[in-house]
């Protein structure tokens, strides 16, 4: 069984461009969400994706922006970037089971932005 | 809104002394609690979860047990290994609606020989 992984693993960004970061969730799994990881913090919840809709959002503004694709890997868009946007990235997936349903997390992309 | 707070680090011990993180959170409702591990240059993984009250949920000797009267999920092992240095997050995700994890801030763990 494949977990989730995440590409790229790092990437270098200016002031303004825009970046697609990517995610293949663990078989079976139709649900993925992103959360943000800035240095020495918790991840913060960006959105979820079920079955190829948003299914919820955090406090993000939108130019961070996402997709999910039929066979469920995921796509996390993020346009005019700030400094603030240097962080890690991270995806989990999931399939919906009730209360305490597990989100398995891939390795992260980690951005930095000049 | 809800919240989890958990108590600052670092957190450094001797190889096989008693480890206790605390956790606290602010729920409506009945949330889940979970704590997860992030190794060095990884991403999260699952140490273990609890649903409902006076659940334990219990995994590679770590423990934690919901407790609703005192909204706390403390983890604690009984003999810490070099290897369990990380960062270790508290979490929960609220009942019905989408699993949204809301997390801690982390407790970083130093565990030398």
């Known amino acids: 069984e494949t977990g989730v992984t995440q590409s790229p693993t790092h990437l270098i960004k200016t002031r303004g461009q825009q970046v697609t970061l990517r995610c293949s969730s663990q078989s079976g799994h139709n649900t993925v969400s992103w959360y943000q990881q800035a240095l020495g913090q918790g991840p913060q919840f960006i959105f979820q994706?079920?079955?190829?809709?948003?299914?919820g959002r955090g406090n993000f503004p939108p130019r961070f922006s996402g997709l999910q694709f039929p066979n469920y890997s995921s796509e996390l868009n993020v346009n005019a970037l700030e400094l603030d946007d240097s962080a890690l990235y991270l995806c989990a997936s999931s399939f919906p089971s009730g209360e305490g349903e597990t989100q398995y997390f891939g390795p992260g992309t980690r951005l930095l932005v000049l | 809104g809800d919240s989890v707070t958990q108590m600052e680090g670092p957190v450094t011990l001797s190889e096989e002394a008693f480890l206790t993180i605390n956790c606290t959170y602010t729920a409506t409702g009945y949330p889940s609690l979970f704590w997860y591990v992030q190794y060095p240059g990884e991403g999260l993984q699952l140490l273990l979860k609890?649903?409902?009250?006076?659940d334990k949920g219990s995994n590679k000797g770590f423990e934690a047990t919901y407790r609703k009267e005192t909204t706390s999920f403390h983890l604690e092992k009984g003999s810490v290994q070099v290897s369990d240095s990380a960062v270790y997050f508290c979490a929960l995700t609220r009942a019905g609606g989408y699993n949204k994890l809301i997390f801690g801030a982390g407790t970083r763990l130093a565990v030398h020989p």
């Open positions: 994706y079920y079955r190829e809709e948003e299914n």
């Open positions: 609890a649903t409902k009250a006076d």
